[in-house]
């Protein structure tokens, strides 16, 4: 069993090399824009009254000023609070229609669809959630990728509460793993990035072309990360763009998060992955294999410590040596803390995260703990057939 995990490890290795190597294939080409967009800003904000204020008070102090009118504020219900805050700013309210599907892409699907259905053309839609803030330069660091030519980019997601407690600091890392220790590496090569939340931008031509917002699964950025791979869309991460980003401060609402996450993750992949599988390689075959590898480096890895952990149990039990199983148990589950701190540390040190010298302590004690947590929230998402999409409170 001991050699089995051996394996495991090694063949997980094997596979994130391969990914790693493959990316380095990706040749892109673009053809740059001259002409200043029509920018559309969409925002997602059921029952937002709290946080809206802040988001559009950040849209109005842009370097590159944006239309009042052109920033369109997705309600269900006109008696919501934030119609008025939104009327305020000079803002376009859209109201829902079909409240039977409750997920932010069939939110934005209606919007584009109310938008596209008066004729209304933008060059570039952005996608925001209702708790972000920008900083004042965003959209002129995004709009110099948007005049390189690429189709689809996201900005850098800082946290608005990262400091509010240790679930928050630890919620803040988790983008990390996406962006730095995944994103930063695809945009040097070119290859297609991971989209995560908001704070990205998609060309009208393709909006236009979709007719409306396609992408409504329990993960619909991660669904449009597949489908940006599948047809060899140009994508960038941004990291001079930042925007805020609110984070969880109870661990029951992580969970909740996590679990729709991985739900959502596997039904994408579902979906998307027997497609990439049969596209014959292109411009973007590093993306292709990354994403057919997806997660399975870090699910070998977890497997081989597991049967690693079973393995010296049977070897102490044919030996005679039952009781040094309380002692063997203990240090390997150590060293694999110690493993996921170290990673911790990496990450926290590559990270801009507005975390004080505190909370990263914290973070790096907790968020070895935090990253094993996620396989009861993976067991609880393989099992649970109905995974919805809840709210989380936010803050002021």
Sequence with gaps: MSILGLLLLFYAGSLWLRGSAALKQNKIELVPRKKAPEIAILIAARDESKVIGGLLKSVRQQTVKVKSEDVYVIVETPDDPTVEICKQHGNTVILREDLSRQRKGYALDEAVRQILAKNRHYDAYFIFDADNILTKDYLEQMLKIYDQGYEIATGYRNSKNG??????????????????????????????????????????????????????????????????????????????????????????????????????????????????????????YG????????????????????????????????????????????????????????????????????????????????????????????IKALLKKNVTWKKIEHGD
Excluded at 191 to 196: G, V
Excluded at 260 to 267: A, E, L, P, Q, V
């Design 287 to 378: 993306s292709l294999v990354k994403e057919k590898i997806g997660v399975r480096p870090a699910i070998y890895a977890i497997l081989g410590v597991v049967a690693i952990m079973i393995g010296t149990v049977i070897e102490l039990c044919i030996m005679g040596k039952a009781m040094d199983i309380l002692a063997a148990i203990p240090v390997i589950l150590a060293g694999v803390y110690v493993i996921l701190m170290l990673v911790t540390v990496e990450m926290v040190k590559r990270e801009k995260l507005d975390l004080t010298m505190g909370s990263k302590i914290k973070a790096v004690l907790f968020n070895p703990l935090y990253l094993v947590t996620y396989i009861p929230c993976a």
């Design 163 to 284: 400091n509010a407690n240790v679930i928050a600091a630890v919620s803040s890392l988790t983008f990390s793993m996406i962006n730095v220790m995944s994103n930063r590496k695809r945009a040097a090569h070119g290859a297609n990035i991971i989209f995560s939340g908001t704070g990205y931008y998609v060309v009208g031509d393709l909006i236009e072309e979709w007719r409306g917002w396609p992408f409504v699964s329990l993960t619909e950025d991660y669904e449009l990360s597949l489908y940006a791979t599948l047809h060899s869309l140009t994508t960038y991460y941004n990291e001079e763009a930042v925007f805020f980003d609110e984070q969880p401060t109870k661990y029951s609402q992580t969970v909740a998060q996590r679990v729709r996450w991985i739900k959502g993750y596997f039904s994408a992949r579902k979906k998307y992955i027997p497609l990439i599988r049969a596209k014959k390689h292109g411009n973007n």
